[in-house]
């Protein structure tokens, strides 16, 4: 059973670039032609969708963050990463990884979620 | 604002059934299928419903869902405590070529 798992800083301050690194395990990265995916939950609040990738490195993001987002994949560490520059308080959230193999299929496997403070 | 509108808030004793709405428009569920979630208090979102009405191995078949037109809805029949938690709806946005996600609805079991 493939696991995520999110690493990365806990606190990062304004106007710097918050990165976050998603290691799968159980499975290959490559294998199975899965999505990547970002997405993130403020406290109290709803999930939104960042941005995914594919094995082959062909990304989508969501257009309301799109500016700022880069999500890149490290076949050989199994792992994906998300960068988003610029960040202000309200991108304080938890940040988690998922995927999905096809849209019909849904976000079938998450990672348990990394909780990043945009502070001073 | 979520893409998705969901009720903030729903509720059902013991043993009854509750349903939760999820609207969109023809850019997301009138076009492509939704996928519900299941969100315990301090846990990551569990994978409910996909592909409209499929359940994933191990969700018991007490959680169904449902389409019609730019609408879904999820139903959970014989409510246990153990089903108080948020719900979330999901789907692909053809125009904005990502996925959206309704704001997610408390379910209180009484």
């Known amino acids: 059973q493939v696991q995520l798992q999110e690493s990365g800083p806990g606190l990062v301050k304004p106007s710097q670039t918050l990165s976050l690194t998603c290691t799968v395990s159980?499975?290959?990265?490559?294998?199975?032609?899965?999505?990547w995916s970002w997405i993130r939950q403020p406290a109290g609040k709803g999930l939104e969708w960042i941005g995914r990738?594919?094995?082959?490195?062909?990304?989508n993001y969501n257009p309301s963050l799109k500016s700022r987002v880069t999500i890149s994949v490290d076949t050989s560490k199994n792992q994906f990463s998300l960068k988003l520059s610029s960040v202000t308080a309200v991108d304080t959230a938890t940040y988690y990884c998922?995927?999905?193999?096809?849209?019909?299929?849904?976000?079938?496997?998450w990672g348990q979620g990394t909780l990043v403070t945009v502070s001073s | 604002q979520s893409v998705l509108t969901q009720p903030p808030s729903a509720s059902g004793a013991p043993g009854q059934r509750a349903t939760i709405s999820c609207s969109g428009s023809?850019?997301?569920?009138?076009?492509?299928?939704v996928s519900w979630y299941q969100q315990l208090p301090g846990t990551a979102p569990k994978l409910l419903i996909y592909?409209?009405?499929q359940r994933p191995s191990g969700v018991p078949d007490r959680f169904s869902g449902s389409q019609s037109g730019t609408s879904d809805s999820l139903a959970i029949s014989g409510l246990q405590s153990e089903d108080e938690a948020d719900y979330y709806c999901?789907?692909?946005?053809?125009?904005?070529?990502?996925?959206?996600f309704g704001g997610g609805t408390k379910l209180t079991v009484l």
């Open positions: 998922a995927r999905y193999r096809s849209i019909a299929a849904g976000f079938d496997s």
């Open positions: 159980g499975g290959s990265i490559s294998s199975g032609s899965y999505y």
């Open positions: 990738i594919y094995t082959s490195g062909s990304t």
């Open positions: 023809s850019s997301n569920i009138g076009s492509n299928t």
């Open positions: 592909n409209n009405n």
């Open positions: 999901a789907a692909w946005d053809d125009s904005l070529n990502g996925w959206v």
